[in-house]
Nanobody, 127 residues
Framework: QVQLVESGGGLVQAGGSLGLSCAAS????????VGWFRQAPGKEREFVAA????????AYVDSVKGRFTISRDNAKNTVYLQLNSLKPEDTAVYYC????????????????????WGQGTQVTVSS
């Protein structure tokens, strides 16, 4: 069983920054790839970023490239998503999810690929 808890969300002005964290309960967290998704009101869940088991590979949706950075600290069982240059359209509930295994040969943007999900943290960006 893997439990994920997101934190770090909040209300910021456009152009501001937030740092999100995804903490896992499992000691084998380092063996999971981790993805971040977001869901805005009235919209479908959208892939944001993912990081491989080792941290050597990352993937981002085009709309956040250059603004968001995903990283991980396996010793702390935590994955981070740094949100910079935030825009109102970034407003959403942000969820982290994990996929067990060291393979990177899968569709990181597909929510069906992930095994466990957190409850989400709200990010609100005002204009």
């Amino acid at each position: 069983q893997v439990q994920l808890v997101e934190s770090g969300g909040g209300l910021v002005q456009a152009g501001g920054s937030l740092g999100l964290s995804c903490a896992a309960s499992a000691r084998t967290f380092s063996r999971y790839a981790v993805g971040w998704f977001r869901q805005a009101p009235g919209k479908e869940r959208e892939f944001v970023a993912a990081i491989s088991w080792s941290g050597g590979y990352t993937a981002y949706v085009d709309s956040v490239k250059g603004r968001f950075t995903i990283s991980r600290d396996n010793a702390k069982n935590t994955v981070y998503l740094q949100l910079n240059s935030l825009k109102p359209e970034d407003t959403a509930v942000y969820y982290c999810a994990v996929r067990r295994g060291n393979s990177w040969s899968w569709d990181k943007s597909s929510s069906d690929e992930y095994n466990y999900w957190g409850q989400g943290t709200q990010v609100t960006v005002s204009s």
